[in-house]
């Protein structure tokens, strides 16, 4: 049981900041060539178009109208989704933004490169690293721009009978620690690495793709071990390997802790999460589960699951007393 959530005052500015950003992607273009038409060649001798089947602007600046539509059914579509958790939309917004500037970026550097030429003309070098830092700089300025989150409801009363509680005597304390490797991770990570590599001297000389695969696969990797805390504040998960990043659960935000036998092998989407929860699941072995009053569960992976879930149980019993809801 947990009090009623407030209002989300946010929600708005999210949604702007998720469906706003893919209008710059045909905008951008468009307002330099507009400027500069009387300066740029007749036809976008653009990169990856062969100079002899190079269109003319309008035809060039119509193609990047199509990718407005599919971009905003699928943002939408994501945050709508993800409409009861306002940190998952945060991410959506972050990474729209991100992608749409980046894309914005690439049309703009190649129609400014062709200001004042007569025909093609190379990419500058410094243009992909600075389309890189820029779609970086977007994601985390729209992270920032989406506000503080809404507080989550609160849980008010004691674990359910049927949970492991474990028997504490007053006044003490007690502490769990588990560290776990996640070999579906590291797998997920290196074939994302793999897939960067091949598309980088194979498939395509357009960065966004190839760099968002490599991103990604850094990123798993770097998420392989994990570590688990469980004490008198709360449960946290941090990541050693990503610079001891981590993930804190106050006790207010778990309405009880129980074990399962096994976990999924896909797991639950490590610290950012989906609708479903969040957490890190081996596929094997008993699985610590909280159910959070956000309506999503946190999943761990630990041979002491059993402990592991006595201990929050036994905590969320002292803080909140020994009555149920």
Not at 40 to 59: C, E, H, K, T
Not at 203 to 220: D, I, Q, Y
């Amino acid at each position: 049981m947990y009090d009623v959530p407030q209002h989300d005052a946010g929600r708005l500015r999210r949604l702007i900041l998720t469906a706003a950003p893919p209008f710059l992607i045909p905008l951008v273009p468009l307002l330099l060539v507009v400027v500069f038409r009387d300066r740029l060649p007749d036809r976008a001798y653009v990169p990856d178009w062969a100079p002899d089947q190079a269109s003319g602007w309008s035809q060039w600046l119509s193609t990047h109208i199509w990718p407005v539509g599919l971009f905003e059914v699928v943002y939408f579509s994501m945050f709508m989704h993800y409409r009861r958790w306002p940190e998952l939309q945060r991410w959506v917004a972050a990474f729209s933004f991100g992608m749409s500037v980046a894309m914005a970026a690439t049309s703009g550097f190649a129609v400014a490169a062709l200001i004042d030429s007569d025909g093609p003309v190379p990419q500058p070098s410094w243009a992909g690293p600075a389309e890189v830092a820029i779609a970086l700089l977007a994601g985390i300025g729209a992270w920032r721009l989406a506000g503080p989150l809404p507080p989550a409801p609160a849980a008010v009363g004691a674990p359910p009978p049927g949970v492991p509680v474990l028997p504490l005597a007053p006044g003490q304390r007690a502490v769990y620690t588990a560290s776990t490797w996640q070999r579906l991770v590291l797998l997920q990570g290196a074939a994302f690495l793999g897939l960067a590599w091949f598309s980088a001297f194979n498939l395509s000389r357009s960065w966004p793709g190839t760099a968002m695969a490599g991103l990604v696969g850094v990123f798993l990797v770097l998420q392989a071990r994990t570590v688990l805390r469980i004490d008198g504040r709360g449960v946290e998960v941090s990541l050693p390997w990503l610079g001891g990043l981590r993930r804190a659960l106050p006790y207010d935000a778990v309405q009880f802790a129980s074990v399962r036998p096994r976990g999924s092998r896909t797991g639950p989407g490590g610290l950012v999460g989906g609708s479903k929860g969040w957490g890190y699941v081996s596929g094997r072995g008993p699985v610590l589960a909280l159910r959070l009053t956000d309506g999503r569960e946190f999943l761990y992976s630990t041979r002491d699951a059993e402990t592991a879930a006595a201990l929050v149980n036994a905590s969320l019993a002292r803080a909140r007393g020994a009555a149920g809801c």
